[in-house]
């Protein structure tokens, strides 16, 4: 065994026994243990894990610990995605996040079925962000990129991953279907007149609909709720902050 001294940022201190926060602590590590390995064992998963330094200089994730020394790890820092890379799968427990992510034009996964191996296969194999509240998920191997989402309420969830990854700029707003993620098209209303209540068809002129689950949507009052909600998150000032 050898011994290593850990100090983690404050932000970290939500997956830290309260007795480790705030302070350097000294704890026995196997001889073959990484950063990853201890940082991980002490609770924090590695998608939350910034900049590490040893001794005062910086190291990786990987590396070896040696015995006596002292570790610093930040808390990750937020980025800016393309829009491309910002393609996420959220766990079964996130759906109306899924929702609103699809809303805003996000590529994201979700099924209500959906189970924890079955969401690091899609972060592996298809390089989505994994998005859950269960920390022990981040942990798994296959999770090379994810958020722990430490808001409860959707709309706050929302504003946490658009602050986390920078989504603002590549939001594409109602061109994925809510429903199954697929995207959506114009359509006239003479096609989909027939699937319409009275009052919308008397008062609307425009329409979406998915070739895949073959909804149809419109500019209604739930358009203006979820306008000023996308509006709400992506304003400049918009607090991104969340603590558990």
């Not at 997956?15 to 480790?20: D, I």
């Not at 022990?136 to 958020?147: C, Q, W």
């Not at 722990?148 to 504003?159: F, M, N, S, T």
């Not at 919308?200 to 689950?213: I, S």
Request: aromatic share 6%; proline share 7%; net charge neutral.
């Amino acid at each position: 065994m050898v011994t290593a001294t850990f100090r983690f940022d404050s932000a970290l201190d939500p997956f830290l026994p309260r007795e480790r926060r705030g302070l350097p602590f000294t704890v026995p590590c196997a001889r073959a243990a990484t950063v990853k390995h201890m940082v991980e064992a002490l609770g924090v998963p590695h998608t939350e894990a910034g900049p590490v330094t040893i001794d005062g200089r910086p190291a990786l994730l990987d590396e070896l610990l040696a015995d006596g020394a002292s570790v610093h790890v930040a808390a990750v820092a937020p980025v800016v995605l393309a829009s491309l890379e910002a393609r996420f799968v959220a766990d079964a427990h996130l759906g109306g996040l899924a929702r609103f992510l699809r809303m805003a034009g996000f590529d994201t996964l979700y099924d209500n079925a959906i189970d924890d191996p079955a969401v690091e296969a899609s972060a592996q194999d298809d390089g989505r962000i994994a998005l859950t509240r269960d920390r022990e998920l981040l942990k798994r191997r296959g999770v090379l990129r994810g958020a722990y989402v430490r808001a409860l309420k959707p709309e706050q969830q929302l504003q946490e991953v658009f602050a986390r990854f920078g989504l603002a700029a590549s939001a594409r707003p109602f061109t994925l279907c809510l429903a199954c993620n697929a995207p959506l098209r114009p359509v006239p209303k003479a096609d989909v007149e027939a699937q319409l209540p009275p009052s919308v068809r008397a008062t609307h002129e425009h329409f979406l609909t998915c070739d895949v689950c073959q909804g149809v949507f419109w500019q209604g009052s739930h358009w203006r709720r979820m306008r000023a909600l996308l509006d709400g998150v992506a304003a400049p000032d918009a607090p991104g902050g969340m603590t558990l």
